[in-house]
Structures are given as C-alpha cells and as structure tokens.
C-alpha cells in the first residue's frame, strides 16, 4: 500500500492561499488548482479553484476518475510544492446541501429500542422493510477538529412535573460513516439501486452528537431535532469510493421490495473506532450495516426526491452485536447503568467537559480522515 | 390600501434579462438590478443582479428598511420600464439553507393526534411546552405553479402482512405561513425571542404537500420522511415582515419557560384559505397559531444551533377549531371518513391526478403571493 491507494480530497488554506481544493499525500497536500493551472491535471482549474469541492463533486465519475488516474501518474514521482499538512489550515470540505441521517445498523437500531421504548419490539415494523432515515440540519455540519459546546435544552425527566431548561447531562457520540453525494438527480425521478453508486463522490466518518436528554423528551412525535441539531462533525478528507474495498453483504430476511434490491448487494469493508481522551473505547466496522449505500439511496428518490451536489447521508451509528463494538456511549454504557471504567480511574456515562472524541477509520491499508471534537461548557 | 403596502421581493426573469432580484407592484415588475445599477436605489446592483434573494436577505435589516423606503418614495411616481407580470417567469426566490417545517397550530396538533393515535392523548405531553418542529428537504422546496408528481412508496395498510410499493393513494396538501431567515446568528449563541424578529426577511405561503399513506409507515420512530420530502411548494414572492399587521397572541397555560417568552407576544394577522380545483374548501388564519414566530426561532436556536441566511421555518399546517377552517384534507374529511362534496357533484378525500390546489393569503388590504399546484400522475 502506498499513499496513492487512498488520496482524499479536501479543502485547505495556507497564510497566502485563499481556501481551495487538494489532495492528501501522506502528510503533505497538492494543491489542485496550482496543479490545473500549471496544466498538471487536464481539467478545467475552476473545479478547484473554490473554497468548497462542490463544483468538482458535480463535475462527475468520469471527471473523477480521469483526475484521480492523473494524480497518481503524476505523484509517482516526487512532486515540488507540496504543503506539509502542518501549514495548512482545513476547512469544511464541501457546502453540504441536504444531511440525511439513516438508521441502517440493526444492532444499534435494536439497542435504542430496547433503551427508549422498553416495552415495544426493539425494531419498529417498518425497519426490515426500509432504511428508516430523516433529515437533519446541514446549517451545523462542522469539521473535524471544531470545538463542540454542549448544548442547553429542554428536559423532562420521568419522576418530574414539568420539563426544565439546561445544559444537557447526557451528550453523546454516533460513530457513523458518511456517504457524499457527486452528481445530482432528477425531481420526478427515482435512482435504481443499480445505478445509485454514480452519484456517490465518496465517503467520510461521521460524529453525529446527541443530547439523549433533549431528544428524549422532543422526538415524539415528528423525531430528533435539537437533540441532534447542535453540531455535527464531519471528516475535512473524503475518500473517494474507487478506493475503498467493498463486500458482499449478508443475505436480508424479509427480501425487501424490488426497488430496494440491488445486483451484487455490498457493504464498504471499513474498520472503525472511537477514542475518547486517547482511549478507544469501541471497535466496529461498515460491515454491521444491513442497509446499504444503494438501498439508502434507491430509498431516498423512490418518491421522485432528488439528490444535489453535497448531499451527506450519513449511515446512522455503526454498532455490532458484540458489548465492545457499539458506537454511542448510550450503548456502551447502557444509558449510564455500566459506566466506562476509563485507564486513568475515571469512569464515564456521558461526555463530560474538556472530553475529546476520535473517530477512526481504515481500510484496505491506509487511514481515512479522522473526526476529531472536544467538548466545550455552556456558555 | 395601495400596492404600495406591500412590494414583496421575488426573482424573475424575462426572454432577455437573466434570473435577477424584482419587486412586484401590482401586475408588473420592478427589475431592482437595474434599478440599482442606474442610481435610482442605494445599494450595491450585486444585492439583486443574482437569481437569488440571498445576497439582499444577507445584508440585513437596515437595508431592508432603506430599500423598502427608497423603493416607496420611488413607485410614488410612475415609473418606466416595469416589467408586466404575464412576461415575468417567476423563480424559486432564494436559495432554501434548511427548512424547518412547525407543528405550531393546537387545532391541526390535536386533529392529527385523534387520527394517527387514538389510543393516546391528542397532545404529546411535550407539545405545550416547546414548538415541535423536524427538519425537512430544503432541496425539493419549489416555486409555485411547478407541478407536483404524485409520489410512489411504501404503504402497508393495517390488514395487510406486509409492505407494498405503489403510488400514494392519501395525497394531501398542508396550508402553511413561513418565516424567511435574513441575517444569520452564531452557531453556539442562542437568539433569544425578544430579538428574532430581527433576523427575519420575511414570509410567504408553504403547501408542505404530504402523502398521508407513506407518512403513517415510515414516522415512528424518526419522524416524516418519504412521505413529505417529494415536493414543497412555496410562493413565488416573500412579503416583508414591515407589511405585515400583527396582533396579540393568546396567553399561553402553562406559561412556557423563560428561554420562550416574549415582551409583547404576537401572531401575523392574516387570513388564508385553500382552493381546490377553484372552489374555496377552508378558510383559516394566522391568528390561529400557538407558537409565534419568536418563539420558534428562539426554540430553534436555544441549543446553539445558528441561523443561516435563506433558512425556511414553516409554521406548521394552521387550522382552526372550526372544521371549515381545517388546513388539511386529511382532517377537513376525518381521514377520508367524510368526504368533501365539490360544486361539480364530484367527492374528495384526498387529491387526484389533476387537481389543483391554491393556497391564499390576505392581509391590510392586499394578497400575499399564492402558492399553486397541479397534481401529475406518477411517471
């Protein structure tokens, strides 16, 4: 394996370039609208010349490959000018549009069932059937490394009469995998999950942060709000999918309906983990995820939606069936009943102030970008 | 009353003038590019020479208010070169950051409770205490007079063993008012509801088209997805909140917490109605919302979630307690139990391939932009 497997696309500034698009190179990166300009790249310098990938993304997978074939020519051999990743400053890497938040893994989906509504089925009756998503808020997708307060809200704890006012005592992570949509659809017009892997640009790790507290007492009966909407940490790289290995994935029973199956059925083989204050405390992988990019997009346009350039429909937490996999500390900890016991004595239900979390991720030999956040006090 | 009152902004463009920022002045159109560009506003000509009202919405309310005046002592004479409406095409007139769709009508609250869960409650315990609200698709949000395909997904009615995929057969419309973000706020600082009218451009009508059949499968436990996120339609023109006459809002009981309480409470005073195939099936109001507009936005941002520029906040299907008033079809034929008769000898319960809807607004005299759409067949 070599740096050129992998070859996420972000966006950087340095003290004398405006934000614009490039190209991680182990720890140094190219600048790409240098790179067209100086007719490194035979594509139009415009697509890199922003502070956001998106009129790249849009340019589509022929755009995408044709540049991501002449990166490696190119950086075969030693290139000038690189910036080491230490001088530049990552922004957000695209303008996100839509954020779609799925609920694809069935261990996860099972855990918070049995957690929030005890006395049901742990899977609601539709979630065999369906990638149950909703939309989340794209206005506070944030990149990685950008500090997390901890948000105030409204919460009503079961023995009280009334709900009341504060900082949320129970804020948590979701360790989830992103999927970054390229080119976009048509109003009107589904996308067969045949077809549903030409729009994806690539993939990122997500932490989407969660006040238990809040969307327990908010969610019924429209779902998760500001519980959710706070902040949402997202990869500054996004892998491109050509360099991801993917495999088949486990047979569904009930088959769903035809407009969610697809030819060759395929999960991306991902590793996962979650580091709180240096410490991974779960390891998991995008295998646990029973529905798949396809089926999640297959769903979204099946009632004529369209997809835009920088959609992000993130897959909802990854947890397996294994304690040490699951992917939120309401699971980890079972809504606090098993605190964490952490190596430095403490032990953790919850984040606490000052916490910082790590998302990781790895395949096929290299690392994907990583989510870092710590949380901050109220203000 | 003179149209003078109202001047609501919009974006058109004409066989030789690209999409552009315009103000509407009865049945013509002041192009405000090239107004500004010739001196005879104020301001930078790039607020309006955009095929959106971001820019102009982004530059906040001092010159809102300067433009407002200046426009005002304009018209006051007749003034050259309007453009006639019939010669205008109207475009979607901003670019939609996030839409949040409300729940903020009590009678609407509690008719939809009856119906989805008549084994409960009509209120969830939460709904007095905060205004619920979800986020929906920004990026199916579309201008009025765009067609609206009758959306296909999955139902499974309660006999049934299972799913099936097919076209809705409870399509239904929501009469809505909603809120357009100007100026953004800071993600972390919350707004508190004594200053978020300040941030508000202005509102327009919302037809938050829903199928009814796809709605009841999919929303627990994440709330509406498929079953919303096909189509939105909103007017094509946005009328200044300085247009608008408010009046005092009914005391709340219980009195909301502090965070939600406003010096001087107040709802928009405008009356609505909704047209089906011409003939008027309900007329409401504004006046018939629990949660203002204040209340929202400080709801909304009270766990540090920001504001961005071009932000749609809907208020919600607006019934009143009435059933003439009722702002669905959903709850105007008790879930099709009692079926509209329509002057043509025909029924309906919920909409069919053909029918147009046209939601209207009135307020001090003069109409707010309508919201229209005609029902296609699925492809």
Same mark, same amino acid.
């Given at each position: 394996?070599?740096?050129?497997?992998?070859?996420?696309?972000?966006?950087?500034?340095?003290s004398?370039?405006?934000?614009?698009?490039?190209?991680?190179?182990?720890?140094?990166?190219?600048?790409?609208?240098?790179?067209?300009?100086s007719?490194?790249?035979?594509s139009?310098?415009?697509?890199?010349?922003?502070?956001?990938?998106?009129?790249?993304?849009?340019?589509?997978?022929?755009?995408?490959?044709?540049?991501?074939? =002449?990166?490696?020519?190119?950086?075969?051999?030693?290139?000038?000018?690189?910036?080491?990743?230490?001088?530049?400053?990552l922004h957000?890497? %695209?303008?996100?549009?839509?954020y779609?938040?799925?609920?694809?893994?069935r261990?996860?989906?099972?855990?918070?069932?049995?957690?929030?509504?005890?006395?049901?089925?742990?899977?609601?009756p539709?979630?065999?059937?369906?990638?149950?998503g909703?939309?989340?808020?794209?206005?506070?997708?944030?990149?990685?490394?950008?500090?997390?307060?901890?948000?105030?809200?409204?919460?009503?704890?079961?023995?009280a009469?009334a709900?009341?006012?504060?900082?949320?005592?129970?804020?948590?992570?979701?360790?989830?995998?992103?999927?970054?949509?390229?080119?976009?659809?048509?109003?009107?017009?589904?996308?067969?999950?045949?077809? =549903?892997?030409e729009?994806? %640009?690539?993939?990122?790790?997500?932490?989407?942060?969660?006040a238990?507290?809040?969307?327990?007492?908010?969610?019924?009966?429209?779902?998760?709000?500001?519980g959710?909407?706070?902040?949402?940490?997202?990869?500054?790289?996004?892998?491109?999918?050509? =360099?991801?290995p993917?495999?088949?994935?486990?047979?569904?029973?009930?088959?769903?309906?035809?407009?969610?199956?697809?030819?060759?059925?395929?999960?991306?083989?991902?590793?996962?983990?979650?580091?709180?204050?240096?410490?991974?405390?779960?390891?998991?992988?995008?295998?646990?995820?029973?529905w798949?990019?396809?089926?999640?997009i297959a769903?979204?346009?099946s009632?004529?939606?369209?997809?835009?350039?920088?959609?992000l429909?993130?897959?909802?937490?990854?947890?397996?069936?294994?304690?040490?996999?699951?992917?939120?500390?309401?699971?980890?900890?079972?809504?606090?009943?098993?605190?964490?016991?952490?190596?430095?004595?403490?032990?953790?239900?919850?984040?606490?102030?000052?916490?910082?979390?790590?998302?990781?991720?790895?395949t096929?030999?290299?690392?994907l970008?990583?989510?870092?956040?710590?949380?901050?006090?109220?203000a």
């Open positions: 394996m070599t740096a050129l497997d992998h070859l996420p696309y972000g966006v950087f500034s340095t004398d370039r405006r934000p614009r698009a490039g190209v991680l190179v182990d720890d140094r990166v190219l600048d790409l609208a240098d790179a067209a300009e007719g490194l790249l035979d139009d310098p415009s697509l890199y010349a922003q502070p956001a990938l998106n009129a790249f993304m849009a340019a589509g997978r022929t755009v995408w490959r044709a540049t991501r074939d =002449a990166l490696r020519d190119l950086l075969q051999d030693e290139v000038e000018a690189l910036v080491p990743l230490a001088e530049a400053r957000l890497p %695209f303008e996100v549009a839509d779609v938040d799925f609920y694809s893994s261990a996860h989906a099972e855990n918070l069932g049995r957690l929030f509504r005890p006395d049901s089925q742990p899977l609601t539709n979630w065999l059937h369906l990638p149950i909703y939309h989340g808020r794209s206005g506070t997708v944030v990149v990685s490394g950008t500090p997390v307060r901890r948000p105030s809200g409204q919460v009503k704890p079961p023995d009469d709900p009341a006012f504060r900082p949320s005592a129970r804020l948590d992570i979701e360790l989830e995998l992103g999927l970054v949509i390229g080119t976009p659809s048509d109003l009107g017009e589904p996308v067969s999950a045949d077809q =549903a892997l729009h994806v %640009f690539g993939v990122l790790l997500v932490n989407d942060w969660s238990r507290d809040l969307q327990a007492w908010e969610y019924v009966p429209l779902g998760p709000f500001l959710k909407s706070f902040a949402t940490s997202i990869a500054a790289w996004v892998t491109p999918v050509d =360099a991801i993917r495999v088949a994935a486990a047979p569904q029973e009930p088959e769903p309906l035809p407009h969610l199956r697809a030819a060759g059925r395929a999960v991306f083989d991902i590793d996962l983990e979650v580091d709180l204050n240096g410490e991974t405390i779960s390891r998991s992988s995008a295998r646990n995820l029973y798949t990019a396809e089926q999640q769903h979204l346009t009632n004529g939606a369209a997809l835009r350039t920088g959609d429909l993130a897959s909802g937490t990854i947890s397996g069936d294994d304690p040490g996999s699951r992917g939120s500390l309401i699971e980890l900890t079972w809504n606090g009943a098993e605190p964490l016991e952490l190596a430095d004595g403490s032990e953790r239900t919850f984040l606490e102030d000052g916490d910082e979390v790590v998302l990781r991720a790895r096929a030999g290299f690392a970008g990583e989510v870092r956040g710590r949380i901050e006090p109220t």
